[in-house]
């Protein structure tokens, strides 16, 4: 399984699916199997809290089999989806602040990110799990400058060396 992980916004959910449909494999987001369970994100964290989503994310990644596999940026938190990931082949979705600034204007979609704290936030999260995003890495990918097409292109030919 490929597993895709970076702070939000960096393209894992929308990379992930381009790139599954490029290989011709099954795509499933983290994100998207807890919805369906469980309801909105936004309603998870207003209703419980950052933990119990937490939990809710290791039991996705146990249980989810793709061939690729978009994660929450928070994921990487837990040991056990460490774990889970060190299993798979991992791709990280770097991205500098002025990107995230763009992409995140008008995002309502990321409880972490509410308020008028964004981007502070969005830099702070991203400091703490920086180096978990590096150590779990095959593949690192500076997306900043990057198309979509570009994107899959790279992760596809790392995916085909590696396994040659
Ligand atoms: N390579 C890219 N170039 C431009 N915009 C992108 C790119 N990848 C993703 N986006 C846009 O960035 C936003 C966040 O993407 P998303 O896939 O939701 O990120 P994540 O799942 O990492 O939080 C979306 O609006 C998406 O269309
Ligand atoms: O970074 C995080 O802690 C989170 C990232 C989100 O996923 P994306 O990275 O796909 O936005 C989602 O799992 C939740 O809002 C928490
Ligand atoms: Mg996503």
Redesign the pocket.
Known sequence: MIYLI?????G??TVGRSLAKALGTSFA???VHIVAQHGS?AQI?AEHD?AY?RDL?VAALAQLRAGVI??????V?REENQQVLRGGTVIYLAMTLETAKRRLAGDT????LAGDQTLTTWSR?YET?QEIYENLADLTLQVDNLSLAQLVEAIESHVIHATR
Request: net charge negative; no cysteine.
């Open positions: 970076g702070p939000m916004a960096s894992k959910s987001d983290s994100d994100i964290f950052e989503f994310e978009a994660t929450g940026g928070g994921a938190l979609h990321r409880p972490l999260l799990r």
